[in-house]
């Protein structure tokens, strides 16, 4: 087992005040705290060498997940081990074989050449010349970017930037990534290079790797599994296809008629006509129903029933509500 | 299907040897960086020259004006006191205690607490190798003080090493309080007005401010059971004073124990800050 969560939860305390001059004096004498419960008592296994997409909307609690599983946060309650070790004890054997990439973030030397910032990862995490050196130069061959890591980092593209800094944060060859909007900002043909490498680390270095993007394209890519957050607790844990079995109400049936000028509304709601080819949505549960009386009635050419776009399916996952309020407490 | 290989873990190079590693690593960065702006350095160190002229040439007048000396010390000896102090000020810029509130308030510290290594080396590393690059420029800002104001130095060759260990002991005691006193702000946004007090109560007792003898006797008592002046007073006054070799070894002494003092505070003040991290902004 690489990652093990059991129960997790973290509590922020927050000051909350009203605007105005009498509300700073009120709040000398009477403080308003708030506890925000970001991660709400989750759990859930990573098998070594697995991928899995942490998906959820923002402030569902995907980061300081992550952040707590890497040891950059202290659990409010619940247990995480991640190959055995505490995170938060912050062991540096654990440190050595784990790392964090979030996308908006830039961990290189800003105003030199990232290979001087390879060089420095190699004495943090006592890496062998002759170990390093390879890996480093197969790392840059992968991600094409022998041209970039010569020049200064601030004189770098976005795209460029997260390239280095992706190879900076693998270099000690992590067994466990967390990788946290990686691809965030970037174009799309960046973000492909991206996910192929990713891969390509997983597949040749059996790697774990936790992925959390609003990109789709990147956990369809990658992920056969996902686990859904949202308003800290767990919504769904389970195969990125059985997502849609589990919150998608409808289904969508496409059928090519002879007449494609006939009115199909009685059958469902019609999303989409191209040409002879028209598109319904119809309720899950009477898709088979329906098919049939389309194929009864109507000249039909041809007929397909698919899930819905995993976008779709995301969005109505995300309008859940929670299932408790927020606490609130006076300190 | 892909196949996902089994993960082969790597052999390490020896603690000590990667730490070696890592120091050099940082300073030659230090060193890369800093050269990168030098003239803004040489600007900083311009305007940080200021304030030892300032207080040179009043302490010069008051000399010239009470019979040649203030106290026995004559001009020559304050012309040297605060030349050799322009260098002392410098070697005692370190990784301040307000920078960690930007560290924390800006996420930085995110990257630094994902390595395997306490960021107090990456500061101590990354500002001694900036000294180097300090000690470069200031050689001929002290040359030109020299011409201008005929400091009295003649130091043995005793003096001479025993000013190289005390800048540098001065550099690693500073770093530590400030280290130390840096950890408030994992509790408090509002450490300016404590870091303000701390700064003050060193410009006086450290001997940043006048030569300590010149401090009233209660002062200089005071300063003694301090850490200031090992970081100011004791390293300049190794290679201007007097000093007899078991002064100069007792007060390299006295720096090590304010160094570890200040480690030990520090590292039982991180045990705890690290907790309390909320890494906010990345």
């Known amino acids: ?331 | 299907m892909s196949v996902v290989a089994d993960f082969v873990p790597l052999r390490r190079v020896g603690g000590t040897r990667s730490m070696l590693a890592f120091y050099w690593s940082v300073m030659r960065m230090a060193i890369q960086e800093q050269l990168q702006y030098r003239t803004a350095n040489y600007f900083y160190m311009f305007g940080m020259v200021a304030e030892p002229v300032i207080y040179l040439v009043v302490w010069t007048t008051i000399a010239d004006e009470s019979g040649g000396t203030v106290q026995g010390l004559t001009p020559g000896y304050l012309a040297a006191y605060y030349i050799v102090w322009t260098l002392v000020r410098n070697m005692n810029i370190v990784f301040g205690a307000p920078f960690w509130e930007h560290r924390i308030r800006e996420g930085e510290l995110t990257k630094d607490l994902l390595r395997p290594i306490l960021p107090l080396h990456y500061d101590i590393a990354y500002f001694a190798g900036w000294k180097f690059v300090v000690i470069v420029l200031w050689i001929p800002l002290a040359v030109g003080l020299s011409l201008v104001f005929h400091p009295a130095l003649h130091p043995s060759p005793v003096q001479v090493v025993a000013f190289f260990l005390a800048i540098w002991g001065a550099y690693l005691l500073r770093t530590m309080f400030q280290e130390s006193l840096g950890m408030l702000c994992f509790w408090t946004t509002r450490g300016a007005a404590i870091f303000d007090l701390w700064m003050t109560t060193e410009l006086l007792l450290s001997g940043r401010l006048v030569p300590l003898p010149l401090m009233p006797g209660w002062v200089q008592e005071i300063s003694r059971f301090l850490p200031f002046q090992w970081a100011f007073y004791f390293p300049i006054q190794t290679l201007v004073g007097d000093y007899s070799n078991e002064e100069l070894l007792r007060g390299l002494g006295a720096q090590v124990l304010w160094i570890l003092i200040g480690l030990g505070i520090f590292r039982f003040a991180w045990k705890h800050a690290v907790k309390r991290y909320s890494a906010v902004g990345g």
Not at chain 1, 16 to 27: C, I
Not at chain 1, 45 to 56: A, N, S, W, Y
Not at chain 1, 276 to 294: G, N, Q, Y
């Open chain 1, 1 to 331: 087992m690489a990652v093990h969560v059991d129960g997790l939860r973290k509590v922020f305390e927050v000051p909350e005040r009203e605007p105005g001059l009498w509300a700073s004096v009120k709040s000398l004498v009477r403080r308003k705290m708030r506890e925000v419960r970001a991660v709400d008592g989750i759990t859930f296994d990573i098998d070594r060498g697995e991928i899995v997409g942490f998906l959820g909307p923002n402030g569902a609690g995907k980061t300081t997940t992550l952040k707590m599983l890497s040891g950059l946060l202290h659990s409010s309650g619940g247990e995480a081990r991640v190959l055995g070790f505490v995170p938060s004890k912050r062991e540096k054997e654990f440190l050595r074989q784990i790392t964090l990439v979030m996308g908006n973030r830039n961990q290189l030397q800003w105003d030199l050449p990232a290979l001087d910032s390879f060089g420095l990862n190699r004495a943090i995490y006592r890496l062998r010349r002759e170990d390093f050196v390879p890996f480093r130069d197969e790392l840059i061959e992968l991600l094409d970017i022998g041209d970039l890591v010569r020049k200064p980092v601030r004189n770098l593209s976005l795209g460029e930037r997260m390239k280095v800094e992706i190879v900076g944060a693998l270099l000690h060859r992590p067994q466990v990534l967390f990788l946290d909007e990686p691809t965030i900002g970037l174009d799309v043909t960046m973000q492909k290079r991206i996910r192929s490498f990713v891969a390509e680390y997983n597949r040749r270095h059996g790697a774990t790797v936790l992925l959390t993007s609003h990109y789709m394209a990147d956990v369809q890519a990658l992920c056969r599994r996902v686990i859904v957050i949202h308003h800290g607790q767990i919504l769904y844990d389970g195969p990125l296809t059985g997502l849609a079995d589990q919150f998608a109400a409808h289904k969508t049936i496409g059928v090519a008629l002879e007449d494609g000028t006939v009115d199909l509304t009685r059958y469902g709601e019609v999303i989409h006509r191209d040409g002879d080819w028209i598109t319904l949505r119809v309720p899950k549960t009477e898709t088979s129903e329906i098919a049939s009386r389309l194929l009864a009635e109507q000249s039909v050419l041809d007929l397909t029933i698919e899930e819905p776009p995993i976008e779709d399916v995301i969005e109505l996952v995300f309008a859940q509500e929670r299932r408790e309020p927020e606490v609130e407490v006076v300190a």
